[in-house]
Protein backbone atom coordinates (compact mmCIF):
# COMPACT_ATOMS: atom_id res chain seq x y z
CA UNK A 1 0.00 0.00 0.00
CA UNK A 2 1.87 3.13 -1.40
CA UNK A 3 -0.02 4.86 1.82
CA UNK A 4 1.40 2.85 4.72
CA UNK A 5 4.70 3.17 3.03
CA UNK A 6 4.74 6.74 2.86
CA UNK A 7 4.00 6.76 6.68
CA UNK A 8 6.42 4.51 7.30
CA UNK A 9 8.70 6.80 5.62
CA UNK A 10 7.58 9.59 7.33
CA UNK A 11 8.24 7.52 10.92
CA UNK A 12 11.85 6.68 10.15
CA UNK A 13 12.80 9.96 8.93
CA UNK A 14 11.58 11.36 12.41
CA UNK A 15 13.22 8.57 14.07
CA UNK A 16 16.58 9.38 12.52
CA UNK A 17 15.80 13.41 12.94
CA UNK A 18 15.18 12.69 17.05
CA UNK A 19 18.31 10.11 17.07
CA UNK A 20 20.68 13.12 15.19
CA UNK A 21 19.54 15.65 17.32
CA UNK A 22 20.51 13.31 20.58
CA UNK A 23 23.92 13.12 18.94
CA UNK A 24 24.50 16.73 18.45
CA UNK A 25 23.25 17.29 21.99
CA UNK A 26 25.63 14.77 23.30
CA UNK A 27 28.81 16.19 21.43
CA UNK A 28 28.21 20.06 23.10
CA UNK A 29 31.69 20.62 24.16
CA UNK A 30 32.66 21.26 27.74
CA UNK A 31 33.01 24.55 27.70
CA UNK A 32 29.37 25.17 26.88
CA UNK A 33 28.22 23.36 29.08
CA UNK A 34 29.48 24.99 31.88
CA UNK A 35 28.40 28.24 30.41
CA UNK A 36 24.80 26.72 30.17
CA UNK A 37 25.07 26.12 33.80
CA UNK A 38 26.96 29.55 34.46
CA UNK A 39 23.76 30.99 32.78
CA UNK A 40 21.34 28.70 34.81
CA UNK A 41 23.19 30.38 37.96
CA UNK A 42 22.96 33.95 36.54
CA UNK A 43 20.81 36.64 38.09
CA UNK A 44 19.40 39.59 36.69
CA UNK A 45 20.86 42.16 38.32
CA UNK A 46 17.70 44.53 38.23
CA UNK A 47 15.55 42.44 38.71
CA UNK A 48 17.06 39.79 41.08
CA UNK A 49 15.54 36.97 38.90
CA UNK A 50 17.88 34.18 37.36
CA UNK A 51 18.29 34.55 33.90
CA UNK A 52 17.80 30.88 32.53
CA UNK A 53 16.33 27.47 32.76
CA UNK A 54 18.14 24.88 34.57
CA UNK A 55 16.31 22.65 33.12
CA UNK A 56 17.83 23.22 30.17
CA UNK A 57 21.29 22.95 31.73
CA UNK A 58 20.31 19.66 33.08
CA UNK A 59 19.10 18.17 29.78
CA UNK A 60 22.54 19.09 28.69
CA UNK A 61 24.38 17.51 30.36
CA UNK A 62 22.12 14.64 30.64
CA UNK A 63 22.72 14.17 26.88
CA UNK A 64 26.46 14.20 26.88
CA UNK A 65 26.51 11.51 29.54
CA UNK A 66 27.95 13.24 32.56
CA UNK A 67 25.01 12.53 34.68
CA UNK A 68 22.09 10.48 34.96
CA UNK A 69 18.53 11.27 33.25
CA UNK A 70 16.85 10.42 36.29
CA UNK A 71 18.22 11.82 39.61
CA UNK A 72 20.20 9.88 41.77
CA UNK A 73 18.20 11.41 45.03
CA UNK A 74 15.35 13.43 45.68
CA UNK A 75 14.82 15.16 49.00
CA UNK A 76 12.46 17.35 49.73
CA UNK A 77 11.55 20.01 46.61
CA UNK A 78 15.30 18.91 45.12
CA UNK A 79 16.70 16.68 42.85
CA UNK A 80 20.65 15.77 43.27
CA UNK A 81 22.42 14.18 40.21
CA UNK A 82 25.82 13.14 40.82
CA UNK A 83 28.56 13.48 38.18
CA UNK A 84 29.29 10.20 36.02
CA UNK A 85 32.80 11.48 35.47
CA UNK A 86 34.83 14.16 35.72
CA UNK A 87 33.59 17.82 35.05
CA UNK A 88 35.82 20.80 35.60
CA UNK A 89 33.34 24.20 36.60
CA UNK A 90 34.70 26.97 38.13
CA UNK A 91 37.92 25.79 38.23
CA UNK A 92 36.89 23.04 40.67
CA UNK A 93 35.63 19.22 39.95
CA UNK A 94 32.21 19.35 40.18
CA UNK A 95 30.39 16.66 41.98
CA UNK A 96 26.75 17.11 42.07
CA UNK A 97 24.15 19.26 40.28
CA UNK A 98 21.20 20.09 42.56
CA UNK A 99 17.95 21.20 40.83
CA UNK A 100 14.81 22.92 43.36
CA UNK A 101 11.82 23.23 42.14
CA UNK A 102 8.11 22.94 43.06
CA UNK A 103 6.55 19.28 41.16
CA UNK A 104 4.07 18.73 43.92
CA UNK A 105 3.67 20.30 47.20
CA UNK A 106 5.17 18.49 50.55
CA UNK A 107 5.71 20.75 52.72
CA UNK A 108 7.00 24.32 53.23
CA UNK A 109 9.39 26.41 51.20
CA UNK A 110 10.73 25.50 48.36
CA UNK A 111 13.51 27.42 47.06
CA UNK A 112 13.41 27.17 43.35
CA UNK A 113 16.44 27.75 41.02
CA UNK A 114 20.40 25.25 40.99
CA UNK A 115 23.04 24.30 43.09
CA UNK A 116 26.27 22.80 42.77
CA UNK A 117 28.69 20.34 45.21
CA UNK A 118 32.39 21.17 44.15
CA UNK A 119 35.56 19.10 45.23
CA UNK A 120 38.07 22.85 45.37
CA UNK A 121 41.94 22.18 44.57
CA UNK A 122 43.57 25.14 44.87
CA UNK A 123 42.73 28.60 44.13
CA UNK A 124 39.07 29.14 44.39
CA UNK A 125 39.06 33.20 43.45
CA UNK A 126 37.31 32.66 40.27
CA UNK A 127 33.76 30.31 42.33
CA UNK A 128 34.10 33.22 44.91
CA UNK A 129 33.38 36.32 42.38
CA UNK A 130 31.17 33.82 40.34
CA UNK A 131 28.77 33.45 43.64
CA UNK A 132 29.18 36.92 44.21
CA UNK A 133 28.70 38.68 40.80
CA UNK A 134 25.67 36.03 40.46
CA UNK A 135 24.55 36.46 43.99
CA UNK A 136 24.99 32.90 44.84
CA UNK A 137 25.80 31.74 47.95
CA UNK A 138 29.02 30.13 48.83
CA UNK A 139 28.42 27.29 51.70
CA UNK A 140 31.60 26.54 53.01
CA UNK A 141 31.18 24.54 55.97
CA UNK A 142 33.19 21.32 55.69
CA UNK A 143 30.35 19.69 57.95
CA UNK A 144 27.33 21.31 56.38
CA UNK A 145 29.16 19.70 52.77
CA UNK A 146 30.01 16.47 54.67
CA UNK A 147 26.33 15.93 55.59
CA UNK A 148 25.28 16.13 52.51
CA UNK A 149 27.50 14.39 50.36
CA UNK A 150 26.69 11.18 52.98
CA UNK A 151 22.87 12.06 52.21
CA UNK A 152 23.56 11.50 48.64
CA UNK A 153 25.28 7.87 49.59
CA UNK A 154 28.90 9.67 48.79
CA UNK A 155 32.01 9.15 51.77
CA UNK A 156 33.37 12.16 51.04
CA UNK A 157 37.13 11.98 50.22
CA UNK A 158 39.81 13.77 50.93
CA UNK A 159 40.03 16.96 50.09
CA UNK A 160 37.86 20.22 50.52
CA UNK A 161 33.89 20.55 49.55
CA UNK A 162 31.96 23.46 48.68
CA UNK A 163 28.40 23.96 47.69
CA UNK A 164 27.42 26.73 45.45
CA UNK A 165 23.48 27.61 45.92
CA UNK A 166 21.69 29.60 43.10
CA UNK A 167 18.40 30.01 44.05
CA UNK A 168 15.66 32.09 44.13
CA UNK A 169 16.22 33.10 47.72
CA UNK A 170 19.77 33.84 47.41
CA UNK A 171 19.36 36.15 44.94
CA UNK A 172 17.23 38.33 46.97
CA UNK A 173 19.32 38.18 50.16
CA UNK A 174 21.39 41.01 50.99
Known sequence: ???????????????????????????????????????????????????????????AFIGAGY?????????????????????????????AVEEEYLDRY????????????LKVSGDRSELEAFATANRCRLLLDPRDVADALRQLGIRPAEGTFVRLSCRERDALAD
Open 1 to 59: MPGTRGRRGQIAAAAVAVFAAGAALAQVPDAELARSLAAAMGVNSATGARVSDEGRAIR
Open 67 to 95: VARRPDRRMDYTDYRLMRRPFAFLGQALV
Open 106 to 117: VGCCVNPGVGAI
